[in-house]
């Protein structure tokens, strides 16, 4: 039997293993945490305690409310981790990803209101922020086209959802209320470290060809 490799160049094999590395980390807990009586109250995020108890700023993501919760957010995983595999994102991607996970939810220290959350949805959407501005630094302008087409679809979401109306919102079909403000800042957090890491490393590969 072979094992399993990821196509592309040795760097782009290194950054899909890690970016599925990322998923498994957000989808394995959650799993583990489902049906656990109160794990919520241990594991969501709560702005009171951001600073007592630290490890709510990851462990919020594996926190859900419902089976249909669930359900969304590791089809959204799966979707997030499938076009980072197939975009084959580099290393810094993979990392912009992670350290956008905890991110998020500093955000949602501008919404006071939000008094507890929980859920992976604020950083799947970092997950396609990051996918988006990998392609967009890409020389190839199929490349660019697609993670312009994503931006623009994750972009026309987020206004859609209006998150400056409130700290919560009620769409049709869901069994609980949703933080618009959750995916904003996951975005924003997810485009704003994908553009520094990747910038950065273009620029030593240019630095390294100059010398």
């Known amino acids: 039997m072979t094992p399993l490799a990821f196509p592309g160049t040795p760097a782009q094999r290194h950054g899909t293993a890690l970016w599925c590395l990322v998923g498994v980390l957000l989808v394995l807990p959650s799993l583990l945490a489902a049906g656990q009586a109160g794990a919520a109250r241990v594991l969501d995020w709560q702005p009171t305690l951001w600073s007592s108890e630290p ?3 990851w462990s919020a993501a594996w926190v859900h409310l419902s089976r249909l919760h669930l359900l969304a957010n590791l089809a959204g995983a799966l979707l997030v981790v499938a076009l980072g595999v197939a975009a084959r994102v580099p290393p810094r991607a993979a990392l912009a990803w992670s350290l956008a996970w905890p991110l998020t939810y500093l ?3 501008l919404q006071p209101a939000l008094t ?3 859920g992976l949805s604020g950083v799947l959407h970092a997950g ?3 996918v988006a501005v990998a392609l967009l630094r ?3 302008r199929a490349e660019r086209r697609l993670g312009a087409a994503i931006a623009a679809v994750l972009t026309l979401k987020l206004l859609g959802e209006a998150a ?3 700290p919560l919102s009620y769409p049709d079909g869901w069994d609980i209320a949703v933080a618009p403000l959750a995916h904003a800042s996951g975005a924003v957090a997810g485009a704003l470290l994908a553009w520094a890491l990747l910038r950065q ?3 030593r590969r240019t630095s390294d060809v100059v010398e």
């Open 55 to 57: 490890w709510r700023w």
């Open 107 to 109: 955000g949602l220290l």
């Open 116 to 118: 507890s959350y929980g």
């Open 128 to 130: 396609l922020a990051v």
């Open 138 to 140: 890409r020389a190839v």
């Open 164 to 166: 400056w109306r409130g």
């Open 201 to 203: 490393s273009r620029m």
